[in-house]
């Protein structure tokens, strides 16, 4: 579904990703780990257009994203939930949706999409016309996630959705992801620094540093390598 | 003699009355100017100079449209310049789309993300010198003759009254009540556009966060011409229904321009709505204060009150705040 050889970003002079390999296929459930600064949140947005590389090539479902612009890859249907929830401040949670929902894909679902978000997370439903700007921190990933959602996306990506929530938030997060990834088969890529809970649910994994993967495999690869075990697990 | 005391003060009433129906009139059209700037500048966070030139533009095209083009013989003297006003705002969008391509669009919205103050210095130097270049383009292409749209409706009046036994009659002038009912009509179908349609709320979107919006599938660059585009058109649509009762020659721009930007300010940045508000209060401040102030302090006036409200409420008399608390 989502294939990228030889990516490279400079920003400036500095390598923000070298030679980055990935794939997700169709349905699956991958996870990009790694520490602070090691090029995920760019990766993420060299995908979306936000950033554009210096090499290497991007293709979603057979299309060359690099090709088009930022704007014009989210009417393909991927949705981004960027980092930092990135909310719009100054709209209602509802308008937020519908801005979600602002692709073609996403008007002609909106109904059911709507009903299916405010069955997750159901606090969105009861603050519908609150300014997003003035909701909690927990309540504002929510909304990010589900504005990806009401685009009727095929491929979610979601960069550190547990950025700065408390552990009970966290894991009401990781379970609605976990939902709609196997109750709608929505295709997931998930960046996260909470690496036991994120490897948990995930098919595959990489593992990203300083711009490189330094390892990629399944679920058990991962958790067993030493470097992952060392800097993330305290083992 | 007690007569008289009683008629001393029925002649206040009634200049207060008179004064405060004119404020109310051209506070709607000042309401629908600010409403223009308000999407480029409140909204967009755009500074624009040239506003003040788009209104006169405005002004220019419905007078030429009316003499020129014989839209009188068409529709008759008195519906010919409200529908030239009208027509004042597709071809100022058009211009205004234009503009935004070519020029101003290469110090906002995107082009700008990073830089320093958002691009406004660019901004400011840039309109300024566009402001410069209309008025003085105006000069040689219109001359430097105060013009006016005439229409039979600008020496007519409503009188209503006699009120309070007798004493008090105030005269409504026509034109201004035509050109405040149409400056109602359309600032209301813009407060429909941008709260009810999905392409209206995208500009909202696209100012508030261009970089999540874009990952919507908003053009954020579309979003900001399209909006500049609308700002323009709809304060040249103020400026041909202020042509029909207030002279203007090419740098009547400066006359107007203080006043959106204080309605803007006034009303709350970032709210439609708060704009027209905004420019009303300017409008009735403004007709007000003339009964008490000589015609030079009129705009004076406007800024202590300004002042006052800004004092007190400094997001504006509609503006909140969408950060938590
Ligand atoms: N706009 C930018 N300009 C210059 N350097 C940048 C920019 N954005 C990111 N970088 C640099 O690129 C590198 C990768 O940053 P990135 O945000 O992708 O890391 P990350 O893996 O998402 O980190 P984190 O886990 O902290 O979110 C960092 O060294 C960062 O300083
Ligand atoms: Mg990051």
Known sequence: MLRIEGLSVAYGGLKALVEVDLEVSEGEFVTIVGPNGAGKTTLFKTISGTVAPVAG?????GQD????????????????VPEGRQVFKTLSVDDNLQMGAYVAAGRRD??????????????????????????????QQMLAIARGLAGSPHLLMLDEPSMGLAPTITDAIFERIRAVHKEDGLTILLVEQRVAEALESCDRGYLLDTGRVALHGSYETLLSDARVKKAYLGM | MKRARVSDLAIIVESFFQAAVAGILVGCIYGLMCCGLSLIFGIMRVINFAQGEFLMLGMYFAFYLVTGFGLVAFLGPIYGPFLAALLAGPVLFVFGYLLHQYLVGRVTGVNVIGAEAEGHYAQLILTLGLSLVLANGGLI??????????????????????????????????A???????????AVGLFQFMARSSLGKSLLAAADNPEAASYMGIDVDRAHRLAFAIGTGITAVAGGLVATYYPFQPYVGIDFVIIMYAGVVLGGIGSVAGAFLGGFVIGVVQQVSTMVLPIQLQNTAIFVVFLIVVMFRPHGLFGRSAERT
């Open chain 2, 141 to 174: 292409l219109f001359g430097s003759v105060p013009q006016v749209i005439r229409t039979p409706l600008s020496s007519t009046a409503w009188l209503i009254g006699p009120l309070l036994g007798d004493y008090v009659e105030i005269f409504i002038n026509q």
């Open chain 2, 176 to 186: 201004r009540a035509y050109s405040a009912l149409v400056s109602i009509l359309v």
């Open chain 1, 110 to 139: 909106w109904v059911r999409n709507r009903k299916r978000i405010m069955e997750l997370f159901p606090v969105l439903d009861e603050r519908r016309d609150q300014l997003a700007g003035t909701l909690s921190g927990g309540e």
């Open chain 1, 65 to 80: 994203l690099l090709a088009l612009p930022a704007a014009a890859r989210a009417h393909l249907g991927m949705a981004h």
């Open chain 1, 57 to 61: 090539r991007i293709s979603y479902r």
